[in-house]
């Protein structure tokens, strides 16, 4: 911010052309920082991405209070000047096709697809969806009024989880005019989420470490007589039960990547690789 005061920040001229096109799939930090420095090199680059706005979770994930779609499209626009094309709205169906066009192709699809609670019945019930649908959809249509997706949340809206994610998840829900609850396993100061995030959660509404359910065993098996799950997970408490009002759920239990364009034509090969250890 200091920098683009101060008029200290420069788009580089690329190097010579060198003929060679590529193509990268997927518009968010990994793949816009790999087409600004392939473009400086000299090749002609274009980015894949399949929603309305490039940014990846900076732009679609973290609310708006935490870090401006303005300041992230400052980035995203420098990064274009460049020369780099960026092509919204575009998914790739198949990277083998994509290849026929371009000299290689650069898969950054990132973690854009949210985990439920799968092992618990009622995860795939109507209502019940992950942070980052709910965080992406509040993102873009801050940007695109038009833009639509399938929530329907209702008034009030119970979160399961207790790091930042979740806090993240009931500030913005309490911005768009909804109630919260939100359960976890920890139970007040012990919840996982930064301190200061709790602080702020609790002073724009939302009921921070005011309840928890403390027993992974029933978490893990749920039973008639754990009625905080069941209301949350199966949305059928058991009659005369005292549960927590919710119209819908919002999970929060991190994300992981979506590589359906590289199949069934590309095998995918993955390693885990560990940092090497400070001495």
Same mark, same amino acid.
């Not at 816009?32 to 732009?59: C, F, N, Q, W």
């Not at 300041?71 to 096709?97: F, H, M, Q, R, S």
């Given at each position: 911010?200091?920098?683009?005061?101060?008029?200290?920040? %420069?788009?580089?001229?690329? #190097?010579?052309?060198?003929?060679?096109?590529?193509?990268?799939?997927?518009?968010?930090?990994?793949?816009?920082?790999?087409?600004?420095?392939?473009?400086?090199?000299?090749?002609?680059?274009?980015?894949?991405?399949?929603?309305?706005?490039?940014?990846?979770?900076?732009?679609?994930?973290?609310?708006?209070?935490?870090?401006?779609?303005?300041? @992230?499209?400052?980035?995203?626009?420098?990064?274009?000047?460049?020369? @780099? #094309?960026?092509?919204?709205?575009?998914?790739?169906?198949?990277?083998?096709?994509?290849?026929?066009?371009?000299?290689? &192709?650069? &898969?950054? /699809?990132?973690?854009?697809?949210?985990?439920? *609670?799968?092992?618990?019945?009622?995860?795939?019930?109507?209502?019940?969806?992950?942070? /980052?649908?709910? *965080?992406?959809?509040?993102?873009? #249509?801050? /940007?695109?009024? %038009?833009?639509?997706?399938?929530?329907?949340?209702?008034?009030?809206?119970?979160?399961?989880?207790?790091?930042? @994610?979740?806090?993240? &998840?009931?500030?913005?829900?309490?911005?768009?005019?909804?109630? /919260?609850?939100?359960?976890?396993?920890?139970?007040?100061?012990?919840?996982?989420?930064?301190?200061?995030?709790?602080?702020?959660?609790?002073?724009?509404?939302?009921?921070?470490?005011?309840?928890?359910?403390?027993?992974?065993?029933?978490?893990?098996?749920?039973?008639?007589? %754990?009625?905080?799950?069941?209301?949350?997970?199966?949305?059928?408490? $058991?009659?005369?039960?005292?549960?927590?009002?919710?119209?819908?759920?919002?999970?929060?239990?991190?994300?992981?990547?979506?590589?359906?364009?590289? *199949? $069934?034509?590309?095998?995918?090969?993955?390693?885990?690789?560990?940092?090497?250890?400070?001495?």
């Amino acid at each position: 911010d200091w920098e683009r005061a101060n008029n200290m920040i %420069s788009v580089p001229t690329p #190097k010579p052309d060198t003929g060679k096109k590529v193509a990268v799939v997927g518009g968010g930090p990994c793949g816009l920082t790999a087409a600004y420095y392939l473009r400086k090199l000299g090749h002609d680059v274009t980015v894949y991405e399949k929603d309305p706005i490039a940014g990846g979770h900076m732009s679609k994930g973290m609310p708006e209070f935490r870090i401006p779609f303005a300041d @992230v499209n400052k980035e995203v626009n420098a990064i274009a000047e460049t020369g @780099v #094309k960026i092509l919204t709205n575009t998914p790739v169906e198949n990277v083998a096709e994509l290849k026929k066009d371009y000299d290689a &192709v650069l &898969v950054t /699809v990132g973690t854009s697809v949210g985990k439920k *609670l799968s092992y618990l019945p009622g995860s795939d019930f109507r209502n019940v969806y992950t942070a /980052v649908q709910l *965080l992406k959809f509040n993102r873009i #249509k801050l /940007v695109d009024p %038009s833009y639509e997706m399938d929530l329907d949340l209702g008034k009030t809206v119970s979160i399961i989880g207790g790091g930042n @994610v979740s806090i993240d &998840v009931a500030r913005t829900l309490r911005r768009m005019g909804c109630e /919260v609850n939100i359960v976890c396993l920890e139970k007040g100061e012990k919840m996982l989420a930064d301190k200061q995030e709790i602080k702020e959660a609790r002073e724009e509404g939302a009921p921070v470490g005011a309840r928890s359910w403390s027993s992974s065993r029933n978490l893990e098996r749920p039973t008639r007589e %754990s009625q905080l799950v069941e209301d949350y997970v199966t949305l059928a408490p $058991p009659p005369g039960a005292s549960v927590l009002g919710r119209d819908s759920k919002v999970n929060e239990w991190g994300s992981f990547e979506y590589l359906s364009c590289l *199949l $069934p034509a590309e095998p995918v090969k993955t390693r885990r690789v560990r940092p090497p250890r400070r001495r």
